[in-house]
């Protein structure tokens, strides 16, 4: 099967990255079936554009794997989670983080986001799952933030505990979401702005997109006195 085809196709229609991962480890009995995951990703916030950007993304997918007679299920972009509907049941399925970390298009981070070399966390994630038989891609099993902890040291409501992701250890602690909810919440009261996301804008993968040859170069100084 082309996997290298459909790859290219799908950045031809605007995906930033495609990858394969196995996700078999991670499925859900309903899904067991469906052992690939495609991550599909662009370098876009996450707005509701670009969540109807990655939905179409994800119908041509769709659309080409019924065409060569494989089965495959949609799991959404995030910010569907905003919306109280029926598909937000879907995402215990499968998570995208899963789908990029099995197809080495990034690590689980210290501020609990998917890094991707060159665009850090900056990326909109969704997936496709599918029992056809695609050429996996190399996964990443471990965090490579290394030594920095910009993170740690800069989140306001003390919510980075520093932990390294790894997959042999799913249930490490990495963010202690309920800290990061509530100083959000309380912003939310007098600020019309971004209430946080420091985690993100402060990562050098983010802001320099290290090997990125257009990432912005803003110090972290900068990023400091402005947040
Ligand atoms: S969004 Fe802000 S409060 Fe939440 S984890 Fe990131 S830096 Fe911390
Ligand atoms: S700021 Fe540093 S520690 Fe935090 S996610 Fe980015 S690379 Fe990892």
């Known amino acids: 099967m082309d996997t290298e085809y459909l790859k290219e196709y799908l950045k031809r229609k605007g995906a930033t990255l495609?990858?394969?991962?196995?996700?078999?480890?991670?499925?859900?009995?309903?899904?067991?079936?469906?052992?690939?995951?495609?991550?599909?990703?662009?370098?876009?916030?996450?707005?509701r554009d670009t969540n109807q950007l990655?939905?179409?993304?994800?119908?041509?997918?769709q659309e080409w794997?019924?065409?060569?007679?494989?089965?495959?299920?949609?799991?959404?972009?995030?910010?569907?989670?905003?919306?109280?509907?029926?598909i937000t049941r879907l995402y215990p399925l499968v998570s995208h983080k899963t789908a990029a970390t099995c197809s080495g298009l990034g690590w689980i981070g210290k501020n609990g986001l998917i890094i991707n070399e060159f665009y850090g966390s900056k990326l909109s994630w969704s997936t496709v799952l599918t029992d056809a038989p695609l050429t996996i891609d190399r996964p990443i099993t471990e965090s490579q933030c290394g030594d920095c902890d910009l993170c740690v040291k800069h989140c306001p409501s003390g919510a980075v505990t520093g932990n390294n992701w790894s997959r042999r250890d799913p249930?490490?602690?990495?963010?202690?979401?309920?800290?990061?909810?509530?100083?959000?919440?309380?912003?939310?009261?007098?600020?019309e702005k971004p209430n946080c996301g420091l985690c993100i804008t402060i990562c050098p993968y983010s802001r320099n997109g290290l090997r990125h040859p257009t990432g912005n170069r803003k110090s972290e100084q900068e990023i400091l006195q402005k947040s």
């Open 18 to 47: 495609v990858g394969v991962g196995d996700v078999t480890q991670a499925l859900s009995r309903e899904l067991i079936h469906l052992t690939k995951g495609i991550s599909l990703a662009m370098n876009r916030g996450l707005t």
């Open 171 to 191: 249930l490490q602690e990495i963010v202690r979401y309920e800290r990061c909810r509530s100083l959000k919440g309380k912003r939310r009261h007098f600020s």
């Open 65 to 86: 794997l019924k065409k060569q007679g494989y089965r495959s299920f949609s799991i959404p972009p995030d910010s569907d989670r905003w919306k109280d509907k029926l």
């Open 54 to 61: 990655l939905a179409g993304l994800q119908k041509l997918t």
